[in-house]
């Protein structure tokens, strides 16, 4: 007997919202007790400016969560303790590796009823994070929406976590229609599940053209430097001053460190989702398909997991759930690949499908260039420019964004004991550039048209390579226009990272 299709109430998603909240994210929480947590909130630029929150924080109560009552409260105040609790660690002239009772123990306790880790996932600063400024219109309108916390007071970070929810928006009622496409091909209902396809597949060119608008309020130098220290995690941050991760003082007596990854747009459902629906499969970043591990010969064999489904502990407990459900009765891809002969149209719908969720990978891969890739270059070219000894110093992540110009990053590399550098990882232990070109090109792997597969394995040819103005090569010389020799190494959301496709950072699609 097949296992029943999943209900979306039970797992807590919205046929409209999809996994925004139902309920709108409360502006303040309604119990006066909770006030103090709504004043730091709502200062929590000028004290971060001031250098004085982690005074502020120090001298709170620990206050208890018997007030908390509907799930909109508890998400309220998840979100507030997380931005607290980051520009807690973040704020000083060097990272804090404790977080005192006042914010550790309600945190500790509302993560547990939410089932989310004690820290800013992309829940607490999207999912929970936003409000329409009209009621009478759309969520999935950028116009249309504002954020309830922010770091640093800037249209930039606003903008940030906005681009995300107006995607989640947009892209929710594909939940519901793949569902049906799901039961349509249980029935052997071609031609419903045609009409499905057709739909995610606009929807999905609708998410595209929403994130490339990424670049309209949002500075790749402001989000660098101001924006992204505050959302790094505790994983992976020694050379950012965090080497063991942070303590959660819960006073217990018992407290050990502990360490967790930043926020990642891989921690949105709504994205695994359509992997999971289309039947892509993703393997660990270096795998290669088909290709035993140990055949790998002179590399390192790749992670033992699977960034995305590690990131799926950072989902709410009941998203990551309804994940798994959806693993367990997806055929679309079998159904299709079965109608291979005799449905041009089905193949022709589901290969589009594909097509478009690898154009928005393309897209995604072009922002964090700009925003990651690029400045990080910046900060290298000034590195360059100073004496050795500016070079070599070591500053945490927060401090370092906040230098002024001209102030060196630390470029020094590790190696092992064969002399070669390791390959330092960012954000969840994964490698960002890399990651990501896999991941897309995974996406079309499943193609069923040999058209598609000719059309989704093209190499684009870069301009200005070997024209005219580039010049010719001499032969036998490489003409070097995109690509670097060295590394550079910088400290990201989650340690250092270097820029040979090897790098770490946030934005994972």
Same mark, same amino acid.
């Given at each position: 007997?097949?296992?029943?299709?999943?209900?979306?109430?039970?797992?807590?998603?919205?046929?409209?919202?999809?996994?925004?909240?139902?309920?709108?994210?409360?502006?303040?929480?309604?119990?006066?007790?909770? @006030?103090?947590?709504?004043?730091?909130?709502?200062?929590?630029?000028?004290?971060?400016?001031?250098?004085?929150?982690?005074?502020?924080?120090?001298?709170?109560?620990?206050?208890?969560?018997?007030?908390?009552?509907?799930?909109?409260?508890?998400? %309220?105040?998840?979100?507030?303790?997380?931005?607290?609790?980051?520009?807690?660690?973040?704020?000083?002239?060097?990272?804090?590796?404790?977080?005192?009772?006042?914010?550790?123990?309600?945190?500790?306790?509302?993560?547990?009823?939410?089932?989310?880790?004690?820290?800013?996932?992309?829940?607490?600063? +999207?999912?929970?994070?936003?409000? !329409?400024?009209?009621?009478?219109?759309?969520?999935?309108?950028?116009?249309?929406?504002?954020?309830?916390?922010?770091?640093?007071?800037?249209?930039?970070?606003?903008?940030?976590?906005?681009?995300?929810?107006?995607?989640?928006?947009?892209?929710?009622?594909? =939940?519901?229609?793949?569902?049906?496409?799901?039961?349509?091909?249980?029935?052997?209902?071609?031609?419903?599940?045609?009409? +499905?396809?057709?739909?995610?597949?606009?929807?999905?060119?609708?998410?595209?053209?929403?994130?490339?608008?990424?670049?309209?309020? +949002?500075?790749?130098?402001?989000?660098?430097?101001?924006?992204?220290?505050?959302?790094?995690?505790?994983?992976?941050?020694?050379?950012?001053?965090?080497?063991?991760?942070? =303590?959660?003082?819960?006073?217990?007596?018992?407290?050990?460190?502990?360490?967790?990854?930043?926020?990642?747009?891989?921690?949105?459902?709504?994205?695994?989702?359509?992997?999971?629906?289309?039947?892509?499969?993703?393997?660990?970043?270096?795998?290669?398909?088909?290709?035993?591990?140990?055949? @790998?010969?002179?590399?390192?064999?790749?992670?033992?997991?699977?960034?995305?489904?590690?990131? %799926?502990?950072?989902?709410?407990?009941?998203?990551?759930?309804?994940?798994?459900?959806?693993?367990?009765?997806?055929?679309?891809?079998?159904?299709?690949?079965?109608?291979?002969?005799?449905?041009? !149209?089905? +193949?022709?719908?589901?290969?589009?499908?594909?097509?478009?969720?690898?154009?928005?990978?393309?897209?995604?891969?072009?922002?964090?260039?700009?925003?990651?890739?690029?400045?990080?270059?910046?900060?290298?070219?000034?590195?360059?420019?100073?004496?050795?000894?500016?070079?070599?110093?070591?500053?945490?992540?927060?401090?370092?964004?906040?230098?002024?110009?001209?102030?060196?990053?630390?470029?020094?590399?590790?190696?092992?004991?064969?002399?070669?550098?390791?390959?330092?990882?960012?954000?969840?232990?994964?490698?960002?550039?890399?990651?990501?070109?896999?991941?897309?090109?995974?996406?079309?792997?499943?193609? /069923?048209?040999?058209?598609?597969?000719?059309?989704?394995?093209? /190499?684009?040819?870069?301009?200005?390579?070997?024209?005219?103005?580039?010049?010719?090569?001499?032969?036998?010389?490489?003409?070097?226009?995109?690509?670097?020799?060295?590394?550079?190494? /910088?400290?990201?959301?989650?340690?250092?990272?270097?820029?040979?496709?090897?790098?770490?950072?946030?934005?994972?699609?």
């Amino acid at each position: 007997m097949l296992p029943p299709i999943p209900i979306l109430a039970d797992y807590g998603i919205s046929p409209t919202h999809g996994f925004l909240p139902d309920v709108l994210p409360l502006t303040r929480l309604p119990d006066p007790y909770y @006030n103090k947590w709504e004043a730091i909130a709502a200062n929590l630029q000028a004290l971060i400016l001031s250098k004085r929150l982690r005074g502020v924080v120090d001298r709170l109560p620990v206050l208890d969560t018997i007030g908390l009552e509907h799930d909109a409260e508890w998400r %309220r105040a998840y979100s507030l303790l997380t931005f607290m609790a980051h520009g807690y660690i973040w704020s000083g002239d060097s990272p804090s590796d404790r977080l005192p009772p006042s914010l550790a123990v309600p945190l500790l306790k509302i993560s547990e009823y939410l089932e989310v880790p004690p820290v800013a996932t992309y829940a607490a600063v +999207c999912l929970w994070n936003f409000k !329409p400024l009209f009621m009478d219109e759309d969520i999935d309108n950028l116009e249309n929406l504002a954020t309830l916390s922010t770091f640093t007071g800037a249209i930039d970070e606003s903008w940030f976590y906005l681009v995300s929810v107006a995607m989640e928006a947009r892209g929710a009622p594909i =939940i519901p229609l793949m569902l049906t496409a799901i039961a349509a091909a249980r029935e052997g209902d071609a031609a419903t599940v045609t009409r +499905c396809l057709h739909t995610f597949a606009e929807r999905l060119d609708d998410l595209t053209t929403l994130l490339v608008r990424m670049h309209e309020s +949002c500075d790749p130098k402001i989000f660098y430097d101001r924006i992204r220290p505050f959302l790094a995690g505790s994983k992976n941050m020694a050379e950012a001053g965090l080497p063991l991760g942070v =303590i959660y003082e819960d006073g217990s007596g018992k407290e050990e460190y502990r360490q967790y990854a930043g926020g990642s747009n891989a921690q949105s459902s709504l994205i695994q989702f359509f992997d999971i629906v289309l039947g892509i499969q993703h393997r660990p970043t270096g795998e290669k398909r088909g290709r035993p591990q140990d055949q @790998n010969e002179g590399h390192a064999p790749p992670p033992k997991h699977n960034f995305l489904l590690e990131m %799926r502990k950072y989902m709410p407990g009941p998203h990551a759930r309804f994940l798994e459900h959806v693993q367990s009765v997806t055929n679309i891809r079998e159904f299709v690949e079965d109608k291979r002969d005799v449905d041009r !149209p089905l +193949c022709i719908a589901y290969d589009a499908c594909l097509a478009m969720l690898r154009a928005l990978r393309d897209k995604h891969i072009a922002i964090v260039t700009r925003y990651i890739v690029l400045p990080s270059r910046e900060v290298r070219a000034r590195s360059r420019s100073r004496s050795p000894e500016a070079v070599r110093r070591r500053l945490n992540l927060a401090t370092a964004s906040r230098q002024p110009p001209g102030i060196a990053l630390d470029t020094s590399s590790k190696a092992d004991g064969t002399g070669k550098k390791d390959n330092l990882k960012g954000t969840g232990g994964t490698a960002l550039i890399s990651f990501l070109k896999q991941a897309r090109d995974e996406t079309g792997e499943p193609a /069923v048209e040999a058209w598609t597969h000719r059309f989704m394995s093209r /190499v684009i040819r870069i301009e200005g390579q070997g024209d005219f103005f580039a010049g010719k090569p001499e032969e036998g010389a490489g003409l070097q226009v995109a690509s670097q020799a060295e590394e550079a190494v /910088v400290p990201g959301l989650a340690g250092s990272w270097t820029m040979d496709d090897d790098v770490g950072g946030i934005c994972y699609y």
